[in-house]
């Protein structure tokens, strides 16, 4: 019989089929498809539940309420020099509510690299392949209403006239947007409701369909028993305790499945004080946990221009240049036109020429221009040589993404390239940036190598039963685009697998 100290868990009906923890691009899709299908589907999510009413262009009060506190990398600890700033959304949407709602395919070659790095197959058990994934990223598409995004601001036109002139012209994205942007921001969610994330696109059809969310409410830990017969018992997960922010109240609810959607960075943190290593024991997959973290990490470069382009009150990332996209050919992805939103971003961001954060008179000069600026966006494909985990002394989440000699060439070559273009577009002077990612990935990878993955190819624990893991840290190494629409494709196929091969009563 199972227990969990005195709990006897055979005899406790689920209080749901299923409890996703995480409400942003891994978690929405998965939930709306469990939901729809008449599943009883509770959805945990840490942050608020804000919806377009609340969505304003005060920045302090959106990033309080919209935003993770920015955690930064630990670097130094290691003996490296360069820290990278990692942002993420906390609230009901997760990041797809703050994101810029860039919609690509991950490119064919990453599904080859996919299964190098960690064996990730299909249902036949051939290598998974951009086939496998299509029908999802179609439904996808579909149901966030992706269009190719051609309104240009006025930033961007100069931008691309600029680097039309040196030979690489700008596209217009994707964009998970329909056709109510009025261009008013993206970084403090959307207050037209056209850019369709999760919150638009899944949780609140979700909830429509049944499903219970809990807001303001942190999962500190998942539930696990042990079924079978002494020696050969098995781990399974039954279910979550999470505490409600407001209240203070630790409440605890059961499922047959969980599917943890934390994110990247917390995904794993919540699964390592869990006890999962405890209980499962050494396992290889359960080393992996944590390993193989990938930052996608980028930087921006700004140009100021002669006559105000106020793109802050634009839509930031509009065009696209993927000629130096795949490694080979340089390994790294430029978008623009990027002004941070607010001023307060714009002016955390920004370094002098020593790389050091800037400050004083020359800062403030600056500052006074800043409806003057627009930018670029890089994005390298950097490797998956990061860890996401717990200091042995203190306990608190550490976040280590080293900075290598590659990548600064490869920084340095997209930095060179924008400073080319922007001074083509009559840009008068150009500025640089911290290092940050919006785009972590990969810490709890997905594959059918367990000594190079924590979950199988249809994201389920190699080592506990009923325990799923659906969001950026499944992929297995880093995605040449930007990464929502694969997290949401996986959880769509997620939903998918769960209907016809687990929750079948
Ligand atoms: C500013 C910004 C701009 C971006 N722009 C783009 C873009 O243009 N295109 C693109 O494709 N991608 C973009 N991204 C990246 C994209 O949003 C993420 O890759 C994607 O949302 C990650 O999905 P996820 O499910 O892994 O995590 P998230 O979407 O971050 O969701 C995780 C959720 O889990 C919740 N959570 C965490 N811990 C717990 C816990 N213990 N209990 C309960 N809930 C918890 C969090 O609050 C969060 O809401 C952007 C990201 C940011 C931050």
Redesign the pocket.
């Known amino acids: 019989m199972a227990r969990v100290g005195e709990e006897e868990i055979e005899e406790m009906p689920h209080d749901f089929d299923v409890i996703v923890?995480?409400?942003?691009?891994?978690?929405g899709p998965v939930a709306w498809c469990l939901a729809q299908a008449g599943k009883k589907v509770a959805i945990?999510?840490?942050?608020g539940f804000y919806t377009t009413n609340d969505f304003n262009r005060f920045e302090l009060l959106q990033l309080r309420r919209l935003w993770?506190k920015i955690r930064w990398t630990s670097n130094f600890e290691l003996g490296l020099q360069k820290e990278i700033a990692l942002?993420?959304?906390?609230?009901v949407?997760?990041?797809?509510t703050?994101?810029?709602?860039?919609?690509?395919r991950a490119p064919d070659h990453n599904f080859l690299e996919w299964y190098k790095a960690t064996k990730i197959s299909n249902e036949s058990g051939e290598p998974f392949s951009p086939k496998d994934l299509e029908p999802y990223y179609e439904q996808v598409e579909r149901d966030t209403s992706v269009r190719r995004y051609t309104e240009w601001d006025e930033g961007l036109k100069k931008i691309d006239a600029g680097f039309k002139k040196i030979g690489h012209p700008f596209a217009p994205v994707n964009a998970f947007i329909d056709m109510r942007c009025d261009q008013s921001g993206c970084?403090f969610g959307c207050p037209t409701e056209a850019k369709r994330g999760t919150l638009v696109s899944y949780i609140i059809p979700a909830i429509l369909q049944g499903a219970e969310i809990f807001y303001n409410?942190?999962?500190?830990r998942i539930l696990f028993s042990k079924e079978g017969e002494n020696d050969k018992k098995r781990p399974r997960a039954f279910g979550v305790e999470?505490v409600n922010g407001e209240t203070m109240e630790t409440k605890r609810l059961t499922s047959k499945v969980v599917i943890v959607?934390?994110?990247?960075l917390?995904t794993p943190i919540?699964l390592m004080k869990s006890g999962i290593k405890e209980l499962a024991g050494e396992t290889k997959s359960i080393d992996q946990i944590g390993r193989n973290f990938g930052a996608n990490t980028a930087t921006l470069v700004f140009g100021r221009f002669q006559e105000p382009l106020n793109n802050w009150i634009l839509h930031p990332?509009s065009g696209q240049m993927e000629d130096f996209s795949q490694k080979e050919r340089g390994g790294f992805l430029l978008e623009a036109s990027e002004v941070m939103e607010g001023p307060l971003g714009f002016s955390e961001v920004l370094v002098d020429d020593d790389g050091v954060p800037m400050w004083g008179r020359r800062h403030k000069e600056i500052l006074k221009k800043y409806k003057y600026y627009a930018g670029i966006f890089i994005n390298i494909h950097d490797s998956n040589d990061g860890r996401v985990f717990l200091d042995p002394e203190t306990g608190r989440e550490k976040y280590y993404k080293p900075i290598t000699k590659e990548d600064e060439s490869r920084f340095e070559a997209a930095r060179s390239l924008c400073r080319e273009g922007l001074i083509a577009a009559g840009a008068q002077e150009t500025l640089n940036t911290i290092y940050l990612s919006?785009?972590?990935q990969g810490s709890c990878r997905m594959g059918e190598d367990r000594s190079r993955s924590v979950v199988d190819s249809q994201c389920k624990s190699h080592d506990i039963e009923g325990l799923y893991v659906c969001?950026?840290?499944v992929i297995p190494s880093i995605v040449d685009a930007?990464?929502?629409?694969t997290?949401m494709a996986l959880s769509r196929r997620l939903g998918d697998h769960l209907l016809k091969n687990v929750l079948l009563d």
Do not use: Y
């Open positions: 923890v995480g409400s942003g691009a891994g978690g945990i999510e840490a942050g993770e942002g993420m959304g906390r609230c949407g997760g990041s797809t703050i994101f810029t709602a860039v919609a690509h970084l409410s942190t999962v500190t999470f959607a934390a994110g990247a917390k919540l990332l919006h785009h972590v969001d950026g840290s930007n990464p929502s629409l997290i």
